[in-house]
């Protein structure tokens, strides 16, 4: 079945820095792969996703690339600030509507 | 996108007994899903809510612990059953809103602690 792994788990950066996270998956037939947002005590809020037919998609600071060969995908966000500041989940779509998550990265954003 | 509420929001339940959550959803989805997150873990699913027929469980999970109901396009119900201490966790729904469509919305979740 489907596999998906995160990295790093924690990541620390200061106030305007890049923050990167990464994520591998199995199945190479996933062909969605969302982001999601958990603050504490919150829902997951998806923040952005890419389809496995485009290579890299924006929305103002945040941006997710995708390289299907190596199967992997990455979350990047510019000028953090420390709203930014929550544990972000990578997820990889099984079929059926089913999502399998990554293990999750908390980022802090230091001001 | 789809707006998700979820009752109760949290619970302190005796060991053995059993609860019921609601999942409502704002307007009519294809699919619902049950997911658990332990505490500082990632979503684990338990299972697919489908309409009008018995759930799909997910490897781990069986109906007689957590048996679900979907009785029409809008509303699920978890019962976790027989509970033990190691069922606590947060207990959340999620939805997809449309035919073809990808995107998965959350429930605000169920905070359920057995003592």
């Known amino acids: 079945g489907e596999n998906v792994e995160q990295h790093p788990s924690t990541l620390s950066v200061q106030e305007g820095d890049s923050a990167v996270i990464k994520c591998t998956y199995s199945?190479?037939?996933?062909?969605?792969f969302p982001w999601y947002k958990q603050e504490l005590g919150k829902r997951p809020q998806l923040i952005i996703d890419i389809r496995s037919n485009v290579g890299e998609k924006k929305d103002q600071r945040i941006a997710v690339t995708l390289n299907k060969t190596a199967k992997h995908f990455s979350l990047h966000i510019t000028e953090t600030q420390p709203e930014d500041s929550a544990v972000y989940f990578c997820a990889a779509w099984r079929g059926g509507g089913k999502l399998i998550f990554g293990q999750g990265t908390e980022l802090s954003v230091k001001p | 996108s789809a707006v998700i509420s979820q009752k109760p929001s949290r619970d302190i339940c005796q060991r053995g007994t059993s609860l019921t959550i609601q999942c409502q959803v704002d307007s009519q989805v294809t699919m619902m899903f049950w997911y658990r997150q332990q505490p500082g873990q990632s979503l684990t699913l338990i299972a697919t809510a489908n309409q009008g027929s018995e759930a799909t469980y997910e490897s781990g999970f069986v109906i007689d612990k957590f048996p679900i109901s979907r009785p029409n396009l809008t509303f699920s119900t978890l019962t976790v059953s027989n509970m033990s201490p190691e069922d606590s966790s947060i207990y959340l729904c999620?939805?997809?809103?449309?035919?073809?469509?990808?995107?998965?919305?959350f429930g605000p979740g169920t905070r359920l602690t057995v003592t």
């Open positions: 999620s939805a997809t809103s449309g035919t073809g469509a990808y995107e998965q919305y």
């Open positions: 199945d190479s037939a996933s062909n969605y």
